[in-house]
Structure formats: structure tokens, C-alpha cells
């Protein structure tokens, strides 16, 4: 498998190919993110043409309350690349059902949601969770209820933690109002186990003396690691994972251990364990522009610890699996494929990608998680761009699986940030520090894959 299919994970719009003659048809999905004239949009870099005799299908509706070709518009178009970044169209699909769908979705709160706790009596309770902002509906008041009441009679630490459950149909502005909502327990224990009885222990190879690390179970060892012998990149990239910990790192029914480690591989990857050991490749800190970018990448690998998605997937998938046992991996040798080594000892959704639902909630909330640390979310869309520039296709992603591709990714966030954020807000907030130029430089150039 290529080591490339997988960083902190999600996103592959899908492309196919039609015979149609001489050429190939070609479809590209994403969201509408401006309207450079009367006859195209776009979807971030990418203007997307339309003539009279374009079919399209759903999309009628304009105006500031309508949905059709409008900002915003989840499109699936299907024509020919003319130009860099310019598709001539012969159909766009609108996906009118995105506002709507109903949404059915569950997380654990990884912040305090201060809306609750501040919305006064009487008035439209507004809760900031899973990455969203939830406008609590007429028939979800007694659910909203016990949440405001649990958010402001007990300490701060009791809400963080707990699951919360929602429903609702998405807004244009890109709330939700939501029809029932209900807070739950928080994940148990085993949710932040690593399968296997498999644990990472940092070592010294015995005849070189460099710094490794260890896949171990019990005394034995399945497998070694290299990691970057610069130290001042290692403790760079620690320092930066453990500042954007929110508070939920801090009561999980387990203690959960974020280790952040560099290690050397070019593919431009960050792949986090169930018990939070991360793993953040050389090629992603070479691909990365600035700290904004880097603290958006470790923020959404975060949140898959957070969020217990591997458990999350095991479980709603078990009865569909073959589970690969440690017992089937062999020799304590260094590991030459990362992902396949993962994928071996029961860690296949690190390693091919979650379910588009989850790679999306960490998307959300790492984007949030960004935001309440001061940082500029901007440049997150940014790095998708560089994705899709680097890769080119708007199939497949070099790096995110089956699942939507960096142009839907990027878009999404791009939409998101438009509708629910003025711009103005994050012209003071960080984009780059010192440290992360001081780290590029210790690191020097390395190679990217």
C-alpha cells in the first residue's frame, strides 16, 4: 500500500472517467466558493464554466434565499480541463438536499460550551459543539435545558468529555437548528487503547546510538522506528502538540499520554494512535508554509484521539471486519511502510482513512481548535491548496484515501469560515511564529514524497 494514502486523514472528490470519442469526461465535486461571473463559479482555485447548453440539474434556485448556483452550494460538475484550474462544464448537479437533510451526529465536547452557559433565560440557546454552532429549535428545548443546566450548575471540567447527541437541518449562514439534543456519557476507558496490547516506547539503537522508536507488546518487540535526529525539531513539534490540547485531554476515563514524535518519512503524512502517540512525518513539516497550517494538521489529529474514532469505527464496523492479530506480524527489524505496519496490527482506519463523517468531524473541530488558540484558520484552506496543486487529480488524494478530496475539503472549511466568521477577526490572530521558522531551519531540506 503507498504510504502516501493517509495524513491526519479524509477527503477525495471523486473523479471518473467516461469514454466519450476522443476525450474523457471527468467529474469534480466541491462547494461553491465565489461566482467570478455570470457564467461560472468556483470551487477555491478551480472556475468552473457554463453555457446555455449546459445541463443543470437541480440548480434553478437563485437569490440570497435560494440555493441553486449560489456560495455555498455542495455542485458535482462533469465536463473537460481546458486550462490550469479552468473545467468547461457539460452538466453541474446541485445538491440541493444539503440544506435540507436532516443531520444526525454525535461527539465528545472536547471545550466547555460557554453559548449555553451565557444564553439568558428566554432566549435562543446557542451551543458551540463538534465544531459547529447548534441553534436549538422549539422542540429540543427541554433537551437544551438539561444541557444550559448542566453546563452552569456543575464545574467546567464535568461538561468537557461528555457525548453529545444532535439533530438538525443546516442553516444558509452554516448553523444548524437543531430539532433534539441530548448529552450523554463520556467514551470508556478502552476507547484510548491501541489494539494488540500494543504500546511505543522511544530507544536507543543499541550499535548506532540513534534515538528509535519501539512497537512493543509486553518484552517483545514487532517493530522499529527512526525517528529525526534533530533535537530542536523534536521538541519543537511536542511543545507546539501539547499547547493545543484542549481541555478534554484532561479527563478521559483513561489517561490519555499525547506523545508527539517526528519521524523519518517523506510522504507528507501525521497519523495519531488510539492512545495518543502521534507520528508527524518529515515531508509534512517540509510541505508545511507556516505554524497556523502545522498547529491545523496535529489540532485535527488531536481530535481523532478525542473523539475515540478508532474505536468508534471498530465498533460500528466489527461484525464486517477479519481482525489481523499481532500474532500474524513478524521480526523486531525497522518498519519500511508505516500504514502497512498500522494496518497489520488492527490500526487499517489509520492507515486507509475513517468514514468521510468522522474525517469530517475532526476537520471541524481541528479547524475550532485552531481558532480558540489564536490562530489564524486561513491558511488551513491554504494547505489545501497546496494539495491539490502538488497532486493535481480531483479524484483520488495522494494522501486522503476514499474520501473527499483536498478541493471538497478545502472548499467546505472555506464556506464554513465565510459564513460564520467575519474575516476581520483573524487579522490579529497567528499565522507564523519564530519557533516554527527556527525549527525549519534545524531541520534543513528533506525530502517530500
Not at 380 to 405: G, K, L
Not at 425 to 441: H, L, Y
Amino acid at each position: 500500500m503507498n504510504k502516501s494514502l493517509f495524513v491526519w486523514c479524509s477527503l477525495c472528490l471523486l473523479v471518473c472517467f467516461t469514454a466519450t470519442g476522443a476525450a474523457s469526461t471527468v467529474k469534480i465535486r466541491g462547494y461553491v466558493t465565489s461566482i467570478p461571473d455570470a457564467n461560472s463559479v468556483a470551487i477555491l482555485d478551480d472556475a468552473i464554466a457554463y453555457a446555455p447548453g449546459t445541463q443543470l440539474q437541480n440548480c434553478a434556485a437563485t437569490g440570497a434565499d435560494g440555493i441553486g448556483l449560489v456560495v455555498g452550494t455542495l455542485i458535482e460538475a462533469e465536463g473537460l480541463w481546458t486550462a490550469p484550474h479552468r473545467f468547461s462544464a457539460v452538466k453541474i448537479n446541485c445538491d440541493n438536499s444539503q440544506f435540507t437533510r436532516e443531520i444526525s451526529e454525535s461527539a465528545y465536547l472536547q471545550e466547555e460550551p460557554l453559548e449555553a452557559a451565557k444564553s439568558a433565560p428566554g432566549t435562543q440557546v446557542r451551543l458551540k459543539a463538534d465544531g459547529e454552532l447548534l441553534l436549538v429549535g422549539e422542540s429540543a428545548q427541554k433537551g437544551a435545558a438539561r444541557f444550559t443546566e448542566a453546563s452552569t450548575e456543575t464545574s467546567t471540567q464535568n461538561m468537557v468529555g461528555s457525548q453529545i447527541h444532535y439533530r438538525g437541518v443546516r442553516n444558509n449562514d452554516g448553523s444548524i437548528l437543531a430539532s433534539m439534543i441530548e448529552v450523554g456519557s463520556p467514551a470508556p476507558g478502552d476507547a484510548y487503547k491501541n489494539p494488540g496490547g500494543i504500546t511505543v516506547v522511544p530507544a536507543i539503537e543499541p550499535k548506532s546510538g540513534l534515538r528509535i522508536l519501539e512497537f512493543r507488546k509486553g518484552d517483545k518487540v514487532h517493530g522499529r522506528l527512526k525517528l529525526f535526529p534533530v533535537t530542536e525539531v523534536q521538541d519543537y513539534v511536542k511543545q507546539l502538540g501539547l499547547s493545543l490540547l484542549p481541555p478534554a485531554a484532561a479527563v478521559t476515563k483513561r489517561p490519555v499520554e499525547f506523545r508527539f514524535f517526528v519521524v523519518e518519512d517523506p510522504s507528507i503524512n501525521a497519523e495519531a494512535l488510539p492512545d495518543g502517540t502521534t507520528f508527524v512525518n518529515t515531508g509534512l513539516l517540509a510541505a508545511a508554509q507556516n505554524e497556523a497550517q502545522l498547529a491545523f494538521v496535529m489540532s485535527h489529529e488531536i481530535a481523532h484521539v478525542l473523539q475515540a474514532h478508532h474505536w468508534r469505527e471498530v465498533n460500528d464496523t466489527r461484525a464486517k471486519r477479519v481482525l489481523i492479530t499481532i500474532a500474524a506480524i513478524a521480526g523486531s527489524g525497522y518498519i519500511g511502510d508505516l500504514s502497512l505496519y498500522l494496518g497489520q496490527i488492527g490500526l487499517a482506519t489509520v492507515v486507509n482513512g475513517y468514514s468521510r463523517r468522522v474525517e469530517n468531524q475532526a476537520d471541524r473541530l481541528g479547524l475550532q481548535n485552531t481558532i480558540d488558540h489564536g490562530y489564524d484558520p486561513r491558511p488551513a484552506v491554504a494547505f489545501f491548496r497546496i494539495m491539490v496543486e502538488r497532486y493535481r487529480q480531483r479524484s483520488t488524494s495522494a494522501i486522503w484515501s476514499n474520501h473527499e478530496s483536498a478541493l471538497t475539503r478545502g472548499s467546505f472549511l472555506t464556506v464554513q469560515l465565510a459564513r460564520q466568521y467575519p474575516q476581520e477577526r483573524f487579522s490579529s490572530s497567528r499565522v507564523d511564529t519564530p519557533a516554527f521558522q527556527a525549527m525549519k531551519d534545524a531541520m534543513g531540506p528533506v525530502k517530500i514524497e
